[in-house]
């Protein structure tokens, strides 16, 4: 899915994939949206309350949540001093510098984290992600230099934090694999769980086990998931109706496409489309 890499961050250096921005002073922090990157916030001060899929979390000052690609997220200030930074970067950026199993790294941070000073990882992650974010503000003469070798930083700290990282369940991820790279290249057609299944050679039920242990997510959510994540893309581009994203994105019909987007990002399609300008 190369072509929603950039989806909604406006890096600097589309060669160098990395964002950082502060948030404030509106009751909307960030609109409701996901993409494929990897995701930091940071609550600055006051009080945040923070959509993640279709759960609400409150977050107040100093407290880091980690983001992992395809989770659809916003934020809403509760206090009026209530402020948040963001950085963002794509996997890609870092996949050279990997060993060759370096997937089972982003494996292993492959869940949303939350981080509270209660964590005993928080004062190395607070430290890390600040001066993260500093570096990408001040852009020192060896800025890719020192923000890639934080962001390995960063990313070896989620995997000690990970409660994922057992070798079982990365296994379950590489045998799936082939069915995860046919969802993205076909979900604007008509995909069964037998066509996935036969992919790797199991039954249709032992897939869904399979499927659900490696991703927390049965086949259907996944595809709903990849399908919606495409239709923001095309929202976002105002090129096409809601009638012609919705057919080109493989939903059955307009009007499942727009209860399914309703119930998983709390607006319609052309709500969406209206506020897509104003995402961080």
Request: charged content about 30%; aromatic content about 12%; hydrophobic content about 45%.
């Given at each position: 899915m190369t072509d929603s890499i950039y989806k909604f961050e406006r890096y600097p250096d589309r060669n160098f994939p990395v964002y950082s921005s502060v948030q404030q002073k509106k009751?909307?922090?960030v609109a409701p949206h996901f993409?494929?990157?990897?995701?930091?916030m940071l609550i600055q001060s006051?009080?945040?309350?923070?959509?993640?899929?279709m759960e609400k979390?409150?977050?107040c000052n100093n407290e880091i949540l980690y983001l992992s690609p395809r989770t659809v997220h916003q934020a809403v200030s509760d206090t009026p001093d209530a402020s948040l930074s963001g950085f963002v970067f794509h996997p890609?950026?870092?996949k050279s510098y990997l060993s060759e199993d370096g997937g089972s790294l982003l494996f292993a941070c492959g869940n949303n984290m939350i981080f509270s000073e209660k964590n005993t990882l928080y004062e190395e992650l607070s430290k890390i992600l600040k001066r993260t974010i500093?570096?990408?503000h001040e852009r020192p003469s060896t800025y890719k230099l020192e923000m890639t070798a934080h962001i390995l930083l960063l990313l070896s700290l989620l995997s000690r934090n990970s409660a994922v990282s057992d070798c079982e369940k990365k296994d379950l991820f590489?045998?799936?694999g082939p069915a995860v790279e046919y969802i993205d290249q076909n979900y604007n057609r008509r995909i069964s769980v037998s066509d996935l299944?036969?992919?790797i050679n199991v039954c249709d039920d032992h897939f869904i086990r399979m499927f659900k242990a490696a991703t927390s997510r049965t086949p259907a959510a996944y595809i709903t998931d990849v399908r919606l994540h495409q239709a923001l893309r095309l929202l976002s581009l105002h090129q096409d109706s809601i009638s012609e994203i919705s057919d080109r994105t493989g939903f059955s019909s307009i009007q499942y496409f727009s209860r399914i987007f309703k119930e998983r990002l709390g607006l319609s399609p052309s709500e969406y489309a209206k506020i897509s300008d104003h995402k961080t």
């Open positions: 009751e909307l922090l993409h494929d990157d990897m995701e930091f006051g009080e945040v309350t923070v959509s993640i899929g979390y409150r977050f890609s950026l870092i500093s570096i990408f590489r045998r799936i299944s036969r992919l």
